[in-house]
């Protein structure tokens, strides 16, 4: 008779063989570590976009028979990148107006070829203040052109466009610049009706009429004060701004562009902090 561990016998040494397999396969579970949760996948960065390069303005001739463009810019003004992005966006928009009203012609054309008119000046150009004035107009039929005032203050330092928003943050602020400016135009009209000699129905009836226009234009609003230029110091400080008013918004399309300086005296006490340091005291 044979013993337990008696391995001679064949069914017996398959059940060693069996029972030594599932011991091995028990340790080496026992000794194989858990699976790990798969590690999150980190998403490629995305290839940084490479910075807008600023447009390099240059003066502008087109002529069709459909319409006509001259654009000037002065040189210098390429040396402030973002101030050359600010004015090709105001020109961009200004060309877009011009093209919409061609394109409306479909096949025709208008009997006499629309027209999109821009000069830039720098009016101004310090370490600190630059400054420039966009003067023209765009004609779309009629019996003539809209007028096309703008003012553009850029603060080189800072890199931004110093707006009259920013500049005078407060209501009480553009109410006493309202309020100046008003009375600035008034007297000016008074002056000129009394200069022309009108008989006093006719002057009566041009008072009344420009006050209203003078008194809707001037409403204290940093919107009816956007266009403005400094006038400065010797040390480059600002003395004043001359807010810039195109025609119908102060007056008649004969009284044409109209502007009124009003002082760092007045201003000062309504301008933000941080650009106090700019004006003369």
Not at 178 to 192: F, G, K, N, P
Not at 195 to 202: G, M, N
């Given at each position: 008779?044979?013993?337990?561990l008696d391995?001679r016998?064949?069914?017996?040494r398959?059940?060693?063989?069996?029972?030594?397999?599932?011991?091995?396969?028990?340790?080496?579970?026992?000794?194989t570590?858990?699976?790990?949760a798969?590690?999150?996948?980190?998403?490629?960065?995305?290839?940084?976009?490479?910075?807008?390069?600023p447009?390099?303005?240059?003066?502008?001739?087109?002529?069709?028979?459909r319409?006509?463009?001259?654009?000037?810019?002065?040189?210098?003004?390429?040396?402030?990148?973002?101030?050359?992005?600010?004015?090709?966006?105001?020109t961009?928009?200004?060309?877009?107006?011009?093209?919409?009203?061609?394109?409306?012609?479909?096949?025709d054309?208008?009997?006499?070829?629309?027209?999109?008119?821009?000069?830039?000046?720098?009016?101004?150009?310090t370490?600190?203040i630059?400054?420039?004035?966009?003067?023209?107009?765009?004609?779309?039929?009629?019996?003539?052109?809209?007028?096309?005032?703008?003012?553009?203050?850029?603060?080189p330092?800072?890199?931004?466009?110093?707006?009259?928003?920013?500049?005078?943050?407060?209501?009480?602020?553009?109410?006493?610049i309202?309020?100046?400016?008003?009375?600035?135009?008034?007297?000016?009209?008074?002056?000129?009706a009394?200069?022309?000699?009108?008989?006093?129905?006719?002057r009566?009836?041009?008072?009344?009429?420009?006050?209203r226009?003078?008194?809707?234009?001037?409403?204290?609003?940093?919107?009816?004060?956007?266009?403005?230029?400094?006038?400065?110091?010797?040390?480059?400080?600002?003395?004043?701004?001359?807010?810039v008013?195109p025609?119908?918004?102060?007056?008649?399309?004969?009284?044409?562009?109209?502007?009124?300086?009003?002082?760092?005296?007045?201003?000062?006490?309504?301008?933000?902090?941080?650009?106090?340091?700019?004006?003369?005291?």
């Open positions: 008779m044979s013993s337990p391995t016998n064949p069914i017996r398959i059940g060693v063989v069996l029972m030594a397999t599932l011991a091995l396969s028990a340790c080496q579970r026992e000794s570590p858990p699976p790990t798969a590690e999150p996948q980190v998403p490629a960065a995305a290839p940084a976009e490479a910075p807008v390069a447009p390099e303005l240059k003066d502008v001739i087109e002529s069709t028979d319409y006509v463009v001259g654009i000037s810019y002065p040189a210098t003004v390429n040396r402030h990148p973002g101030l050359a992005r600010t004015l090709a966006a105001y961009d928009a200004q060309r877009a107006e011009l093209m919409e009203a061609v394109e409306a012609f479909g096949n054309k208008p009997s006499a070829p629309y027209e999109l008119s821009l000069a830039f000046e720098q009016v101004v150009d370490p600190n630059v400054a420039v004035a966009a003067d023209g107009s765009r004609y779309t039929g009629g019996a003539h052109g809209q007028p096309l005032i703008a003012r553009f203050v850029w603060l330092k800072q890199d931004a466009r110093l707006t009259a928003a920013a500049l005078v943050p407060d209501a009480k602020g553009w109410q006493a309202s309020d100046y400016v008003r009375e600035q135009l008034h007297t000016a009209v008074v002056t000129r009394d200069e022309d000699e009108l008989a006093p129905t006719d009566a009836a041009l008072i009344k009429s420009t006050f226009m003078i008194d809707e234009g001037t409403e204290p609003d940093a919107a009816n004060f956007s266009e403005f230029i400094p006038v400065l110091d010797a040390a480059g400080r600002i003395t004043a701004l001359r807010f008013f025609p119908y918004q102060v007056g008649p399309y004969a009284d044409g562009t109209q502007t009124v300086d009003v002082s760092s005296a007045l201003l000062l006490p309504h301008v933000a902090p941080a650009y106090a340091e700019l004006f003369a005291r």
